[in-house]
């Protein structure tokens, strides 16, 4: 429509209160993001958490590709954050990510002081005791090496007599490398002595230094590292896994959030969210063909 100078005073009020509406409606939607909330998952939030509005997330952020901060950066970025943004628009909700250490996010969990527990932990049939998991990528145990010592270990038996790096809290690689431990033992060989550190740069700091021999943590995060830095690293045996075991996000012990998650997630998996997200942080070969709940890999075929 086009309007001559002289128009009626009513017409331009009329046009002007359109233009604004449609600009409200406009950023309302840009606010709320492209994917629509899945109400049947929003409808299994807590009430309490669903009266906030926010999901509070327990979050390592030194986990790279997982959940880590980036030099001069404030914010996590990261696979499970991508993830979990996008399962909080799923959900009606806005997601807070809460730093903590690795040893305290079960911890942290349990005392309410966060309502999701992130940051590459593992699901197992010990910790669902404690706490419940939805499980959304494959993963597992590699060691990360100097690339000058890269001809020299070739799996976890290599390692007798050595020294590796490991963070506090990893029961399911402590106990790989404890019964590798006894085999060495058994054999005639030097036990494999383990260091148990805060976070990952302590881990690798320890390598870098020569203190240890080697720094056991989930594949992609030590595929990220060794692509940070062309050269310095290698990871034994090319790809060895130490141990295979299912990333996951913690919750209270029977709560409904899970579930709420769950099919958040499970929308997303249908739809390609899910694919994507992983293949743009280039480990799509960890994901699940169902997202599932409180299924280790102890329980998988």
Sequence with gaps: MRLSCDAKPAVLAALAACVFSMSLHTAAHAQSGA??????????VPKPIRDAGTLRVGSQQTFPPVEFRQDGKTEPVGVSVDLLNEIGKRLGLSITFVHGEYAALIPGLEAGRFDVASGGISDTEEREQKVDFVNYMMSGGSILVRAADAQKYSSIADFCGKSVATLLGSRVIMAAVEKASETCVSGGK??????QLPAAPDARMQLDLGRVDGYLGDFPALVYMKSQMPGKYAIAGGNHILTPYV????FPKNSTLKEAVQKA???????????????KWEIEGGALPEITVNLPASKRK
Excluded: F, R, V
């Design 35 to 44: 994917a629509p909330t899945n109400s049947e998952a929003a409808s299994l």
């Design 247 to 250: 990333t996951s996000w913690g």
């Design 190 to 195: 030097p036990p494999i002595t383990a260091n």
């Design 265 to 279: 997630t499970q929308s997303m998996l249908a739809d390609g969210t899910y694919k994507a997200i992983l293949s």
